[in-house]
């Protein structure tokens, strides 16, 4: 698996996260997302974003993403990223 490209795919997909409010993000605490997508190499990927609080119910949300390109050594090591959103960012 090719880390570089898989953690700008993610990133690129992060993006999206980190354009939703709060409140938008709050109500997806507990879902989990799978996508597909190929990168510039060609390689096909999987994407997993879950949604969950980060420390305490009601109160900051974290996204954790990981990506892996479907071989038994990119599932034991996925690329993974994260972001947390807060409650001030609920205005935005």
């Known amino acids: 698996m090719n880390r570089e490209e898989a ?3 993610l990133n690129a997909k992060l ?3 980190r354009r939703m409010t709060y409140a938008e993000l709050a109500a997806k605490v507990g879902e989990e997302e799978v996508s597909e ?3 510039p190499s060609g ?3 999987q994407i997993e974003i879950h949604m969950t609080w980060d420390h305490v ?3 900051d949300v974290r ?3 990981s990506i892996d390109d ?3 050594r990119g599932a034991f090591r996925p690329v ?3 972001l947390i959103v807060t409650p001030e960012c609920q205005g935005r």
């Open 7 to 9: 953690l700008a795919l």
């Open 15 to 17: 993006d999206d996260y």
């Open 37 to 39: 997508v190929v990168g």
């Open 43 to 45: 390689a096909a990927y």
């Open 57 to 59: 119910p009601n109160g």
């Open 63 to 65: 996204v954790l993403g």
């Open 70 to 72: 479907g071989t038994l």
């Open 80 to 82: 993974c990223s994260d």
